[in-house]
């Protein structure tokens, strides 16, 4: 992804987003210029800084739609965080630093799918094998291969269970048969125990052995500090300290091979898999490629009262400042570094303005992108364009109940109008009003449409009027249900 360029960016969010075109421009250069970064001289790379971004618009018009895609294009570490759940210590919520941490767990996410991704074929080889063992009833850890009889009568001589009678002990740790003829009755027991495996194994790979029953051994940690779970700082490395105290309980559970098979594949990763090299990994993607989206920020922005919540607003933005300046922050993976992290903060800014916010805040916001109001004419649209748009999800929704639903353009045109107009007579909420009008549109649809088996339903205009008309009229209906 990182190779794509500003251009191939935008196509791809035009894709599922309307317009605002200045909004996708500046993030698609934000995210190229991570990629340059990483290819100009290494003696160069710590002088380059991100340029963040501050996204000014109402709600509704797509601010959190550009992160939220954006994230899929990336392929890099991202989290989107509101703000308003960041106050001052002594107030109330979170710590401001626990953004990076979030950040951080996400880049470990990305880092182990990969190297999952890498192991996953020894995984399922060894998963197999596994099973196999289980089904045989032998445990390949504990049994040498080729022994698959236990001999009591060996157990009261005090030679090792799995040795057969004749066999002497020739050092202190090789054991080896006393006649040609006992070698040739363990030779022989190991290659029909070889047989049943290889038998069990084409039963296993046909899936033929799905459904029987299995034990196996599940490994469970212990609860560590659950009321300080996410609270804060240093908090998380506590509870790490804690849970490798705290003995882990392991306890054999019955479940059919089908089941066993993606806890055994699991465990199999979880061994071949190199947490040292994953953290470390991870700490490093998340330094250079890591972008953190702050929502509602202008929530944060005080009023001219000095004292109560307005002083945590401050308080917030006073912690927000370190962080998008660049500092160094502890985490259960190691220190963090956000100098070079992206930042795009947005808001609606209805009661305040960006000027309103700390002025080194301000200063670390270079770039402004102003989002517009949509018209009714980006309704259509919204309503048509995107991949996943309301329509097709709606009609995806009836067909499993056998119902097919079309959407006539009249129909949509009609629909754009009343949600513009309910917009623009009581609060403007975006494109949201369009999920409001559209489940008041079908509701009786939804509702009957397991009864009616099959059919075919047209959105024309005068099913949209015929629903709508009466609540769209009456200013004071419309407030409280659309």
Not at 154 to 165: D, E, M
Not at 221 to 242: R, T
Not at 437 to 449: K, Q, W
Request: with cysteine; charged share 30%; proline share 4%.
């Amino acid at each position: 992804m990182h190779e794509m360029t500003p251009r191939q960016i935008v196509t791809e969010l035009d894709k599922y987003i309307v317009g605002q075109t200045d909004a996708k421009r500046s993030v698609a250069i934000a995210v190229r210029n991570r990629w340059r970064r990483q290819n100009v001289d290494p003696a160069m790379q710590p002088e380059i800084a991100p340029k963040n971004i501050l996204m000014i618009g109402p709600t509704g018009v797509g601010k959190t739609e550009i992160a939220r895609r954006l994230s899929h294009l990336t392929g890099a570490p991202f989290i989107k965080v509101e703000a308003t759940k960041y106050t001052e210590v002594g107030y109330y919520g979170r710590d401001v630093e626990s953004m990076v941490r979030e950040l951080v767990e996400n880049a470990i996410g990305l880092v182990r799918e990969k190297e999952r991704d890498k192991v996953c074929e020894e995984a399922e080889a060894r998963t197999t094998e596994k099973l196999v063992d289980l089904l045989l009833g032998a445990d390949s850890d504990h049994e040498p291969s080729g022994f698959s009889v236990v001999n009591p009568a060996n157990q009261r001589t005090g030679l090792p269970p799995f040795v057969f009678p004749g066999m002497t002990q020739t050092d202190s740790t090789t054991w080896q048969a006393h006649s040609p003829e006992e070698q040739a009755v363990s030779d022989d027991m190991a290659a029909r125990h070889e047989r049943n495996r290889g038998k069990i194994r084409k039963m296993l790979l046909d899936g033929k052995m799905e459904e029987r029953k299995v034990e196996i051994s599940v490994e469970s940690k212990g609860n560590g500090m659950p009321m300080m779970m996410g609270i804060g700082g240093d908090l998380d490395n506590i509870q790490e300290m804690i849970e490798k105290i705290m003995p882990r309980r392991s306890q054999y559970r019955e479940m059919t091979v089908r089941e066993a098979r993606t806890v055994i594949f699991e465990q199999e990763c979880e061994k071949l898999i190199n947490r040292e090299k994953v953290d470390a990994e991870a700490v490093e993607l998340a330094e250079n490629l890591g972008i953190i989206f702050i929502d509602e920020i202008d929530k944060v922005v005080a009023s001219e009262k000095s004292s109560g919540a307005d002083v945590s607003r401050q308080g917030v933005q006073r912690d927000l400042l370190p962080i998008v300046e660049g500092t160094t922050v502890q985490t259960r993976y190691g220190y963090v570094k956000t100098d070079h992290i992206l930042f795009i903060a947005a808001g609606a800014f209805h009661k305040s303005r960006p000027s309103d916010l700390m002025p080194e805040l301000q200063g670390r916001f270079p770039i402004r992108v102003e989002l517009n109001d949509l018209t009714q004419e980006d309704f259509v649209r919204i309503l048509t364009e995107p991949k996943g748009s309301l329509t097709a999800q709606y009609a995806a929704l009836m067909a499993t109940e056998n119902v097919e639903l079309v959407f006539e353009k009249g129909g949509v045109d009609k629909l754009a109008e009343y949600a513009f107009s309910v917009n623009q007579t009581s609060q403007n909420i975006g494109a949201r009003r369009l999920a409001t009008i559209m489940e008041r549109l079908l509701d009786e649809l939804s509702f009957e449409a397991p009864d009616m088996k099959s059919g075919k339903v047209v959105i024309d205009a005068d099913y949209v009027v015929k629903r709508l008309e009466d609540v769209t009229k009456d200013e004071d209906l419309s407030m409280f249900i659309l």
